[in-house]
């Protein structure tokens, strides 16, 4: 006996055995039971003799299922009985058999046609419930058979059964009075549900799968077939239909393989409403049991008139099937051909009435399914959402009451459905558009209700479609925000537990990174959609600072909670937006910017890896699986949202004025380009945006104006009115704006409406004109104002009979038919014409007008019914339209994002920190603030950073003026949290480092209170308070006194003693050491940022700090290990702040600043330096500035000791460093500290004697400053010890450029445009001779000497490898000697230095001149001449002398080498030099009685005179050593002039005259003696007038000839041409004449006598007349007599003679006996001259001197001019032959 026989005999046993059995009403029960017994014996015996007959064969698989099918109707009837026993009995029989399987009932029902007999066991399982008088085990029993059949493999029930076993656990949730049933029903449907949705998405599944291996093996064969047809072409016709026959073998074998999901219902490769292909191309061979489905369908789609699916209210109607099909075999029936395309929505025309919209969904239902399990769940779906739409009593809702159980289950379960949604449902068009027309409607409804179950289901429904459905919802999830979730927010009449819940939703919505995103991006930046994500941040941020509008009566509590959420959330967009930017941020941790061999520390960090905020861990990020299938997904462009994001907030903006001033809005609109200039484009605008004002709408329309009338015109006529009743036209045309109040305005657009209409339905045939049109809608209005207005009372409301008796004749004197009138009544007073429902409705009072809390819950209960009655409104006016949702998936969305909302954030959380000592608002405030700055620091938004780190830094209280003692746990948070940023955020800080930077160096001060430390650096000047500084909020003394009690004085130690904790000073060391993990930029950031506080530190009088100048120092060592590029950009900063603390006025501060630039130094100097390289000139440059600027001695000395230590210890490194080490050697060269000067001069030496010797190459570049350096120490005039062995280095230097000219050629340096021939000139001789040049220009005499004779010794010796243009620059240096600009002023200088210096410089020009000429002359020639002349015009007797001496030097030396071109050059040099120095004033000058301006210019002029020819050198190239002449030539009188004093009394002028015009007169006198010199020799013509003196006197008659010719020839004459003798002759001559001149006006020289000029006796100019004279005769006579100047003789002769007789004429003509004797030697050489002569010559010569020869007689005349005239006579004798021979 099987299992199902045992069973059954059991249950008909038991049924048989009640005693309610034997009740006449149970007859029926009995026979059937009865019967069944017998039935069931019978077929019990035949089995088992089968089973003995074969008892080797298996059992049949389905062996007893049929007969258990068979004995259902005693069971049935059991059912149906009143007796809970039996009933109990036969329900858990049947529980059983459905349950292990032998009862299936897939057969056909043969009391009902069209129905199996499953369907009938559901009906009587659920029939078994009456009500809530059923017997509770009764209940139990239906529940859990119900369960079986619903989840049991092997029973197969749809669609109206399906809808029925849930109704019935439904019914018995509801009237069940025992808690366990109603438990249990409750979870039976849980059940129910969930396997009725599995089962859809499993066969959904399955069908993917199936279509997937099919698909593959279709491209295997096709795969196949191209190989076999690329192998056998000619073959291909033949095989061509065989791919489609295997792949309809495919579906046949997969069809029968595959597994029954739902007790034989087979499961179909059909989709979202497509038929597969492969059935399609299959359709004409259809299996037998396709047929009869088929046949089935057509027959019950002609009795209902519609295609089969479950009537409009499923719960009472009797329940369809889809499929009707053979249940004997397991096969299924397709529905190919019932796909219906949804987008031409066939069917009827949409109605406004939810049936319709059934009716329309009902037509769609079956296109839409691709397969009936969808169908069930559908329907099922639908049921729950209507039954959730059911109205609550009036009243206050009870909780045991029907309706609202049933509301909260059925929302209970619609939760449970949305959360375990699959694929399916969440893409398939049918359930997406039961969401939007069923369960959003219902939960505008549910949302506001005022029950705080319903309306907590409500939004967690609401936040799990958000999650899992948003991007089908855009438009619903819009209504949702807007009018329900932030009206309650913002509303102060709501209560505080809606706005909790509604607080606590947003808390699940704000921690899902892309659903935020896609808020701000789908409503924010949606021109037509409201801005929600502004809205719900601004909100937040109000409930979070609590400014919120909060119940009355709520306890602080409740308040604090509400601001704790609101913070919470806050915190959670941020953290949203980190996360969703999370993979811009670089983490300073993960990287270094150091090479390996240079890492400070090897901590590990804890915030480093995937970034600091993951931890946040905001639900959703990127990967978001809340948007797997999207139907259609716009990228989502950052730069084109931003774009529309701008559209909009001038849209916005124009809307806003709009409402306020029309016209100002539509032309704002227009200017912007977001509106077109026509009339249509401004309708169209009105049409669309319902952000407009209706009544400004209204206004506008209405107007008289031209430009309103025509946009009204527009606005009508873009209506269509075709085929509509008048009323609902008129519906249409008043729901977008509010009629304005006047008739005028009224009227016009009622006859317009009235026209438009007319012309819509012209073919109605209703109205006789517009006219009649336009009476009727006016009237219309007038009724529904009427009718509605609550200022109308009752009893005086129109009625109809009224209205019709009104609209009497108004069609052209005719009326309108009655029931028509009559109709327009009755719609009228159903339902008023209104405009359509826009939401946005503003609460409509302020928190100060509701003064109790029964007025606040009845303002409410209007505003929650005004809500939901909009919010229902809007749901169904978007349920149809279609949106495109974007999912975001760009990082840059939350810049934009986060600019737009940082001001709200940073308010909550600073009024947050600011108003409250709450931890966890501190914590949430923090955690905000940090989670912002990475934002900002992100997308480098400066300003906003800033704004942020400033407030955290605030609410820190260390930088404030707030005293320490005020600080609390918070604040210690906040210090913390700020640490935390420096670390995580360091390379995006910016700017914003100094904040934080300041906040740290005031850490440090509260560590040292907390410590209980007191340093020198903290002393207790009250004083200091005054300036407002927050040192003084630390002063221990100040707190000492501040009168603390000492529970807050404990209090505070503890708090401050935190800022000591090994944490936060672990922490702060992490951002000095963490510094090498900063990238470039904000390294240098950083590094600015630290100089700066360290400069405020340090400029505090009373407590300067050093905190940061050792940080300072410390990351300096940390970064040394960077780049070059990223090193010197640091150090542009550090070496500029040690440039400041080494000049610090304190020398501790100073003395620290220069150890560590020493200890930095060295450590940098030890990387060494590739050659061309600048980095370790600027990072020495600091102690050259502090060098510079620090008169101290102590910092003086330490700089000078660190820079000796270092050329001590690494010169081998040092590279472009040298220039700094000179420099700072060159400013302790000036220094008159012996110590300083000493050691700076030891270590100089040092590196010229050794180290130059070994890294030349190194020092090169430098070795312009060494020698400025030593050139330096050699003008210190303290020590010229040290002056005098500086000078000796410098000739060590010249030894250098001598020796290794080649290495200043290959190495170019700074001065890379110099030819390489030129680099060892200018890079190493210029500068050598140049600082000898500056050494004679600036010491005392001693140094001075020894520095010019070393100058020209250099020239001397290494002269030959000079270049020609070298010369002139040199000589351009050397003539900056004899610059009279740069000469003392003082008197006795500027006379020593002329005598001295200048002296000693011309005779060294001239030998060097002398030394290359050759290669001298021709360049400098002309500059020397000009040298010379300068010089005999000085105002100095010694280079005067010394000038012509030089001269003749010159070119008595080289005369021999001179071309015809010198010579000439120099003959006009002695011409000029002769022209100036004639003292002309001699003969004028008379002594100043203040009216004699004639002789005041005379004296100007003589002065100015001796000034003319000032030699300018002709090269420019060095202009500040061009000679220039100024009229300080005559400023001082020489005080050593031999012999000529000068009485003090005599004003200065007259002093600085006489003593111009004496050196002149001794010019004159070196002059002639020059030509005498260069002509002939020097010492020549003094020996002649000796010889010529010793003949005459000698006792001897006889003329000895003497010829001088032979050692005049040692001269320069014969390289003289007879032009350039006769010049000097002239020049001789003009002298002559002027001294004769003079020494014959005996008044003038009275004059010059007593004004003092030439001391004690009078003045004369005998020697010039007479040299002058004598060197003229001793010329013209050597070219008289010069044979090779023959042709020249006449012109000489003639002026031989001229000159000869106008000498004797004077001669004879002078007066004193002794100016006579002053002529004897010229007399004695002219006479001596002219005897020598030849007979022939003499003979002319004496005739015309005869006469004066006998004049001369008359004179009392010494012997030896006796004798020479007797000579003289006697030869004239023998000429003329008077005497015989």
């Not at 409402?659 to 169209?684: R, V």
């Not at 947050?912 to 700055?933: F, K, P, W, Y």
């Not at 780049?1123 to 304190?1146: A, E, T, Y």
Request: overall charge negative; hydrophobic content about 40%; aromatic content about 8%.
């Amino acid at each position: 006996m099987n299992t199902t026989t045992m069973f059954l005999t059991r249950a008909l046993e038991k049924i048989l055995g009640d005693k309610e059995i034997k009740k006449t009403h149970h007859s029926q029960l009995k026979r059937a039971c009865e019967v069944a017994l017998e039935e069931l014996k019978n077929d019990t015996s035949i089995q088992s003799l089968d089973q003995n007959a074969s008892s080797a064969l298996p059992v049949p698989k389905n062996s007893g299922f049929i007969h258990a099918d068979k004995y259902f109707l005693p069971f049935e009837l059991a059912c149906q009985s009143k007796c809970p026993r039996i009933v109990n009995t036969a329900l858990d029989c049947l529980q059983k058999l459905i349950a292990y399987g032998h009862l299936i009932g897939n057969v056909p029902d043969s009391t009902t046609p069209g129905k199996r007999l499953i369907d009938r066991i559901v009906e009587t399982i659920c029939g078994c419930f009456v009500g809530p008088q059923t017997d509770e085990g009764v209940q139990l029993q239906i529940i859990k058979a119900l369960l079986t059949v619903v989840t049991t493999a092997s029973c197969d029930i749809h669609e109206g059964t399906v809808l029925q076993t849930v109704r019935t656990c439904y019914n018995i949730y509801l009237a069940s009075r025992n808690l366990v049933n109603q438990t249990t029903a409750k979870a039976t449907l849980t059940q129910m549900l969930n396997v009725i949705f599995s089962r859809m998405e499993q066969q959904a599944e399955q069908d993917a799968k199936l279509k997937e291996q099919q698909e593959l093996k279709e491209k295997e064969l096709e795969k196949q077939h191209a190989e076999t047809g690329a192998g056998d072409g000619g073959g291909r016709g033949g095989d061509e239909a065989s791919p489609k026959e295997e792949a309809k073998d495919e579906v046949d074998d997969g069809a029968s393989e595959s597994t029954l999901t739902s007790g034989g219902q087979e499961t179909h490769s059909q989709e979202n409403g497509e038929t597969d292909s492969t059935q399609n191309e299959d359709k004409s061979e259809e299996m037998p049991q396709d047929i009869v489905s088929r046949v089935l369908e057509e027959i019950i789609d002609n009795v209902t008139g519609c295609p089969i699916a479950s009537p409009p209210e499923a719960e009472s109607a009797p329940p369809t099937i889809e499929n009707s099909v053979n249940h004997g075999e397991s096969t299924p029936a397709p529905q190919p051909t019932l796909t219906l395309d949804l987008t031409k929505g066939g069917g009827l025309a949409r109605l406004t009435t939810e049936d319709s919209s059934e009716m329309e969904s009902q037509e769609q239902m079956h296109g839409a399914f691709s397969h009936i399990l969808q169908k069930d769940a559908f329907l099922v779906f639908r049921s729950l959402c209507k039954l959730s739409m059911k109205p609550l009593g009036d009243g206050p809702p009870d909780p045991k009451s029907h309706e609202l159980r049933s509301k909260i289950l059925s929302l209970q379960l619609l939760l449970s459905i949305l959360r375990n949604a699959g694929p399916v449902f969440r893409t398939n068009e049918m359930f997406i558009n039961a969401i939007k027309q069923y369960l959003c409607v219902a939960l505008s409804k549910n949302g506001v209700s005022a029950v705080p179950e319903v309306f907590h289901l409500s939004l967690t429904i609401f936040v799990t479609l958000l999650t899992n459905f948003k991007q089908h919802l855009k438009m619903q999830i819009e209504v949702f925000f807007k009018e329900i979730f932030l009206y309650i927010l913002e509303a102060p009449s709501s209560s505080f537990d809606h706005k909790w819940m509604v607080i606590l939703a947003l808390t699940i919505i704000c921690a899902d990174a892309q659903c935020v995103v896609d808020i701000y991006l789908n409503y924010d930046c949606d021109l037509a959609l409201a801005n929600i994500f502004e809205r719900l941040v601004s909100d937040l941020s109000k409930i979070a600072q609590g400014r919120h509008a909060m119940e009355l009566g709520a306890s602080p509590s409740q308040e604090k909670n509400m601001r704790l959420k609101g913070l919470t959330c806050l915190g959670s967009i941020l953290k949203c937006m980190v996360e969703w930017s999370k993979d811009l941020y670089i983490n300073p941790n993960s990287q270094s910017n150091l090479g390996v061999d240079l890492k400070p520390y090897t901590e590990t960090d804890s915030d480093s890896g995937k970034g600091t905020m993951t931890s946040y861990g905001s639900v959703n990020s990127l990967g978001s699986n809340s948007s797997q299938v999207i139907s259609i997904q716009p990228t989502d462009n950052p730069e084109q949202f931003e774009v529309i994001k701008q559209q909009k907030e001038i849209m916005e903006n124009g809307i806003e004025l709009f409402n306020k001033k029309p016209m100002k809005g539509i032309l704002y609109l227009q200017e912007q380009g977001m509106l077109g200039k026509s009339p249509d484009d401004i309708a169209e605008l009105f049409h669309t945006d319902d952000r407009l004002d209706k009544v400004a709408i209204g206004d506008f329309l209405g107007e008289n104006e031209k430009f309103n009338k025509a946009v009204m015109y527009s606005y009508v006529d873009q209506m269509n009115f075709v085929e509509m009743d008048i009323v609902s036209a008129l519906r249409k045309f008043l729901e977008g704006f509010r009629l304005p109040g006047e008739a005028q305005k009224i009227d016009r657009l009622m006859e317009k409406f009235a026209s438009h209409y007319c012309v819509c339905n012209a073919n109605a045939g209703l109205f006789a004109s517009a006219d009649a049109a336009y009476v009727l809608a006016y009237s219309i209005i007038m009724l529904t104002t009427d009718l509605h207005s609550s200022q109308v009372k009752r009893e005086y409301k129109m009625t109809k009979e009224q209205y019709i008796r009104m609209n009497r004749g108004i069609n052209d004197s005719k009326d309108l038919p009655e029931d028509y009138l009559s109709k327009i009544y009755d719609q009228i007073a159903d339902s008023e014409i209104k405009m359509r429902a826009t939401g946005g409705i503003k609460p409509s009072k302020s928190v100060r007008d509701i003064t109790s809390n029964k007025q606040r819950r009845l303002l409410y209960n209007m505003e929650r019914e005004q809500m939901a009655v909009t919010a229902k409104a809007l749901m169904e006016s978007v349920s149809h339209v279609q949106s495109n949702f974007t999912c975001a998936t760009h990082l840059e969305h939350v810049r934009p994002m986060f600019k737009m909302a940082w001001t709200p954030f940073l308010a909550a959380f600073s009024v947050g920190l600011q108003d409250c000592d709450d931890q966890d608002v501190a914590t949430l405030c923090l955690d905000g603030i940090r989670c912002a700055i990475r934002i900002a620091c992100i997308f480098h938004m400066e300003l906003e950073r800033d704004a942020y780190v400033q407030a955290l830094a605030r609410f820190t209280l260390l930088t404030c003026a707030t005293p320490i003692t005020e600080m609390k746990t918070k604040n210690i948070d906040t210090i913390k949290t700020l640490i935390s940023v420096a670390q995580t955020d360091g390379n995006y800080l910016g700017k914003s480092w100094l904040e934080i930077l300041r906040c740290i160096s005031q850490l440090e001060l509260a560590q040292l209170i907390g410590t209980g430390v007191k340093t020198k650096y903290i002393s207790g000047h009250a004083s200091q308070s005054a300036a407002g500084h927050p040192i003084e909020a630390f002063d221990p003394e100040v707190i000492a006194r501040g009168n603390l009690d000492r529970q807050r004085l404990a209090n505070f130690h503890e708090t401050v003693g935190e800022t000591s904790s090994q944490s936060v000073v672990v922490a702060v060391d992490r951002i000095f050491t963490g510094s090498v993990k900063l990238d470039g930029d904000a390294i240098v950031e950083f590094v600015k940022a630290l100089c700066q506080v360290s400069l405020d530190e340090l400029a505090t009088r009373s407590h300067p700090r050093m905190f940061c100048l050792q940080k300072i120092v410390e990351i300096s060592y940390y970064n040394m290990g960077r780049i070059r590029l990223q090193w010197s950009r640091i150090w542009q900063f550090v070496g500029d702040h040690f440039n400041k603390v080494g000049c610090n006025p304190m020398e501790d501060i100073a003395f620290f600043a220069v150890d560590s630039l020493r200890q930095l130094s060295m450590k940098f100097i030890e990387k060494g330096e590739f050659i061309y390289f600048r980095f370790q000139k600027d990072f020495l440059r600091p102690f050259e500035h502090i060098m510079k600027r620090n008169r101290s001695p102590t910092i003086r000395d330490m700089v000078v000791r660190c820079v000796a230590q270092m050329v001590n210890s690494q010169a081998g490194n040092i590279k472009s460093g040298w220039k700094n080490i000179f420099s700072v050697f060159h400013l302790a060269a000036s220094d008159h500290d012996e110590g300083i000067v000493e050691l700076a001069f030891q270590t100089t030496g040092k590196i010229i004697s050794s180290i130059f010797e070994k890294h030349f190459v190194a020092v090169i570049d430098s070795f312009q400053d060494a020698v400025k350096c030593l050139s330096e120490f050699a003008c210190n005039a303290a020590f010229p010890d040290t002056s005098m062995e500086a000078i000796r280095l410098i000739r060590n230097c010249a030894k250098y450029a001598a020796e290794k000219p080649q290495t200043f050629c290959d190495h170019a340096g700074e001065e890379i445009n110099v030819p390489e021939e030129d680099r060892v000139w200018v890079r190493g001789w210029f500068p050598v001779l140049f600082e000898l040049s500056c050494v004679i220009n600036r010491c005392k005499l001693d140094v001075r000497t020894r520095g010019l004779t070393v100058m020209f010794e250099i020239m001397k010796t290494y002269g030959e490898s000079f270049q020609p243009h070298w010369w002139r620059d040199l000589f351009n240096i050397i003539f900056r000697i004899f610059d009279n600009m740069k000469l003392p002023e003082q008197l006795n200088e500027k006379n020593e230095w002329m005598t001295t210096t200048c002296n000693h410089a011309l005779y060294a020009i001239i030998d060097v001149f002398t030394q290359y000429y050759d290669v001298l002359h021709e360049i400098l020639l002309s500059d020397l001449y000009q040298m010379l002349h300068w010089c005999v015009q000085q105002d100095n007797e010694q280079l005067a002398r010394s000038g012509t001496n030089c001269l003749e030097n010159l070119v008595i030396s080289n005369g021999i080498k001179f071309s015809s071109d010198v010579w000439q050059n120099t003959c006009c040099c002695m011409l000029d030099i002769f022209k100036s120095t004639i003292p002309h004033t001699l003969l004028t000058w008379c002594p100043d009685n203040g009216d004699n301006l004639e002789n005041a210019a005379i004296q100007t002029e003589e002065l100015k005179d001796s000034n003319q020819n000032a030699p300018v050198l002709k090269d420019s190239n060095f202009d500040n050593r061009v000679l220039v002449r100024s009229d300080s030539n005559a400023s001082t009188l020489s005080q050593d002039s031999r012999d000529h004093k000068i009485p003090r009394s005599k004003i200065p002028s007259d002093q600085k005259l006489f003593q111009a015009l004496l050196i002149k007169c001794v010019v004159q006198l070196e002059l002639i003696q020059t030509i005498d010199n260069i002509v002939f020799f020097p010492s020549t013509s003094k020996k002649e007038d000796a010889e010529n003196l010793a003949a005459a006197q000698a006792s001897t008659d006889d003329v000895q000839v003497f010829d001088p010719t032979q050692r005049e020839d040692q001269g320069m004459y014969q390289f003289l041409n007879s032009t350039q003798l006769l010049l000097l002759v002239d020049c001789l001559f003009e002298s002559h004449k002027f001294a004769k001149a003079f020494n014959s006006n005996h008044e003038q020289r009275n004059i010059l006598w007593k004004a003092g000029f030439k001391g004690k006796a009078k003045p004369n100019l005998l020697k010039q007349e007479t040299q002058s004279l004598a060197c003229l005769f001793r010329i013209l006579f050597r070219m008289y007599n010069d044979e090779t100047r023959t042709e020249d003789w006449p012109a000489i002769e003639k002026r031989l003679i001229d000159v000869c007789r106008e000498t004797l004429e004077y001669f004879l003509s002078l007066q004193s006996d002794s100016h006579r004797e002053a002529w004897s030697s010229l007399m004695l050489l002219l006479l001596t001259r002219l005897l020598k002569m030849s007979d022939e010559r003499f003979r002319v010569h004496s005739a015309m001197y005869y006469p004066y020869i006998c004049e001369m007689l008359m004179f009392d005349m010494k012997l030896e001019m006796r004798s020479i005239m007797k000579k003289f006579l006697l030869r004239i004798g023998l000429t003329f032959n008077i005497v015989p021979t």
